[in-house]
């Protein structure tokens, strides 16, 4: 939020001491006749970086992993790329719904969008993270049973299942998050509006502190508890200088892949928790360094929703592949005509003109069929195969 916005928000909890605190923060020595705008100008600066940084990663990266996912014909048939699914839902959610009102809270001084995006707002910002820390939850412990017990497992580890959790997932973020769509209500303050929490103080408590429990710590303990036991039986059962099966070895990957996934998870958001409940039940006064911690807290949050396509890519090979994939389709579909043009350009009239042309024109029909069977199902190829041999049936 805005110096202002934290000044209102410390007034609501501490009447009596806000003057001192906020005259000492805002008239450092030397800088009595300062305004307050003028001082806001190099946090706004930051801020509109950052926020526009975190936007645009996250909405280019979770667009890559759903069109991946998507186009590809193992999304539906597989429990963890389903719940990968999930998860990268609820980012792009959180960067399209949240992140650009949120720059505005921290680089204008009021809010400028109305009561009803005031309390939608913030009702999505804990939709999304009920909905990511349930799911990295639920997809623990799909690793789990997957690497514990894969052959009993299986019956319980099928997609309409993973589809039913998905769907209880959701259910659950709605009815945690349901509250916050009264909690935050406009306040006219110092010639200003800002959107601030408007509930009794003991209320507010009750709420956070569900908040952090259910939406936190409650999670934390599943994950926790589930990798401790699948590192503890993926070391011990497997002797590391012996041979591994292939399939182990890709169960690995996704473990490790899903295990850095939840501990950036853990670490992002803990800051954001720590802040409000040192706000509720600590001493937390308004300075320079308490605004600083908050802001950075909040962009630690904020910037979680844009860092897990990035470990998709560190860690799995099979996501570097499909964004490559997807990355080369765009490239083609834009240069194609573009290309076409060069050839016919730098080719001498005549017979080897036509030639390059149709060669040309060839080159780019594969480019695009390549594109348009991006992880298609294996019974096609098989498929393919059968009209090719047709012909040679026929003769016969």
Not at 218 to 226: G, Q
Not at 341 to 347: G, I, K, L, S, Y
Request: glycine share 4%; with cysteine; aromatic share 14%.
């Amino acid at each position: 939020m805005s110096l202002k916005a934290f000044r209102c928000c410390q007034a609501v909890i501490s009447p009596n001491s806000i003057m001192s605190d906020f005259e000492d923060f805002s008239r450092p020595a030397g800088q009595a006749n300062v305004s307050e705008s003028y001082q806001l100008n190099p946090t706004s600066v930051i801020v509109s970086v950052v926020f526009s940084l975190i936007f645009l990663l996250g909405t280019i990266g979770n667009s890559l992993v759903l069109a991946v996912l998507l186009r590809s014909g193992q999304v539906g048939y597989n429990t963890t790329n389903l719940f990968i699914l999930n998860l990268s839902v609820a980012d792009f959610f959180f960067i399209i719904f949240c992140v650009p009102f949120q720059a505005t809270i921290y680089s204008l001084e009021g809010w400028v969008f109305g009561s009803f995006m005031c309390k939608v707002v913030h009702f999505f910002i804990n939709l999304t993270m009920y909905a990511s820390s349930f799911t990295l939850a639920a997809v623990s412990v799909d690793r789990y049973l997957a690497i514990r017990y894969p052959l009993r497992s299986r019956e319980l580890r099928t997609p309409c299942n993973a589809v039913v959790a998905m769907v209880i997932i959701w259910g659950l973020s709605l009815v945690f998050a349901g509250p916050y769509l009264s909690y935050y209500d406009l306040i006219d303050y110092a010639n200003s509006t800002v959107c601030i929490p408007g509930w009794e103080e003991q209320n507010r408590k009750v709420l956070d502190t569900c908040t952090f429990l259910f939406g936190y710590v409650i999670p934390v303990l599943i994950v926790s508890l589930s990798y401790t036991r699948t590192i503890k039986y993926l070391w011990t059962a497997v002797d590391p200088l012996d041979g591994m099966s292939e399939s182990k070895r890709a169960k690995r990957k996704v473990t490790k892949m899903i295990i850095i996934v939840t501990v950036l998870f853990c670490i992002c958001w803990l800051p954001y928790h720590v802040v409000i409940l040192c706000y509720l039940y600590g001493d937390f006064p308004f300075n320079q360094t308490t605004y600083a911690f908050r802001l950075l807290s909040h962009c630690m949050a904020y910037a979680n929703s844009c860092v897990n396509p990035i470990v998709y890519a560190l860690v799995s090979k099979h996501f570097r592949k499909g964004f490559k994939k997807v990355f080369s389709c765009i490239l083609s579909k834009n240069g194609r005509n573009k290309v076409h043009v060069v050839h016919v350009a730098n080719t001498v009239p005549g017979f080897e003109a036509g030639s390059t042309e149709v060669s040309q024109m060839h080159e780019e029909n594969v480019r695009q069929n390549e594109c348009e069977m991006i992880n298609r199902p294996l019974p096609e190829p098989r498929e393919a195969t059968v009209t090719v041999n047709l012909p040679f049936q026929r003769q016969t």
